[in-house]
């Protein structure tokens, strides 16, 4: 990716999580490029590619617009998510053998609690890989198929919550899973799975509702 079209890229990605943009705002490729003092040509290539990662829609003849934000959709997504991988897990108590648990459980140490200086992307792009490399425990690559497919349309919302700070429980709730699984304990296991997805739906429900918020209270200011 060219340097101009990175840079449009990061700068619309930034302004479309910040609610910088409206949800359903349509984009002007003409104004963003000025603003960005770049060419349209880059703007449009990082606009679809925004698109492609569902940041952006775009509708035939009248141009890109920003995501609309829709709590149900995000509820609806995550407990096809949590249906997915509570049924993965029940394979792989059976299927996933100790040095691919540990291997997975060394990736938790090696990436440890602290984000560090990691960016956002960098941090949805780890939690990411835990789950879906938990999924590949169960041996199954239909259903790791379909987790891709879930990650690819929540990895939007998940931007909105990602850097609030809740790594530390997060990678703690990732070992208990791991942790359980290891001992064979599918009752324990599937709880404590269920309980960590319930809680970032919760948090990124909650997260989506406060920009929305925001987003009218500016307007009335």
């Known amino acids: ?38 060419s349209r040509t880059p703007v449009r290539e ?7 990662e569902g940041f ?19 509820f609806d997504l995550y407990q096809l998510r949590k249906a997915i991988e509570v049924g993965a897990v029940k394979l792989s108590i059976d299927n996933a053998s100790d040095a691919d648990i540990d291997a997975l459980l060394q990736f938790l140490d090696e990436t440890g609690p602290d984000p560090g ?10 939690d990411e ?9 169960s041996g199954n690559e239909r259903m790791l198929d379909v987790l891709c497919n879930v990650n690819a349309r929540i ?12 790594r530390p429980t ?7 899973i791991l ?16 309980r960590h997805i319930d809680r970032r739906q919760d948090q990124i429900t909650a997260a989506i509702r406060e920009g929305i918020a925001q987003i009218y209270l500016n307007n009335t200011r």
């Open 1 to 38: 990716m060219s340097t101009f079209v990175s840079r449009a890229y990061d700068e619309l990605r930034r302004m479309a999580v910040g609610y910088k943009i409206r949800p359903g705002e349509r984009l002007n490729e003409g104004e963003l490029a000025k603003q960005f003092g770049i």
């Open 46 to 52: 990082a606009l679809n590619r925004l698109t492609t």
């Open 56 to 74: 952006l829609r775009f509708v035939p003849g009248k141009g890109f617009f920003c995501r609309e934000l829709d709590p149900k959709e995000v």
């Open 117 to 126: 200086d990691r960016t956002t992307d960098e941090l949805v792009r780890l």
């Open 129 to 137: 890989y835990f789950h879906e490399q938990l999924m590949r425990l």
């Open 155 to 166: 990895q939007f919302v998940r931007w909105t919550d990602m850097d609030h700070g809740r």
């Open 170 to 176: 997060t990678q703690r709730e990732h070992r208990d």
């Open 179 to 194: 942790m359980h699984l290891r001992d064979r304990d599918e009752v324990a296991c599937i709880a404590a799975l269920e």
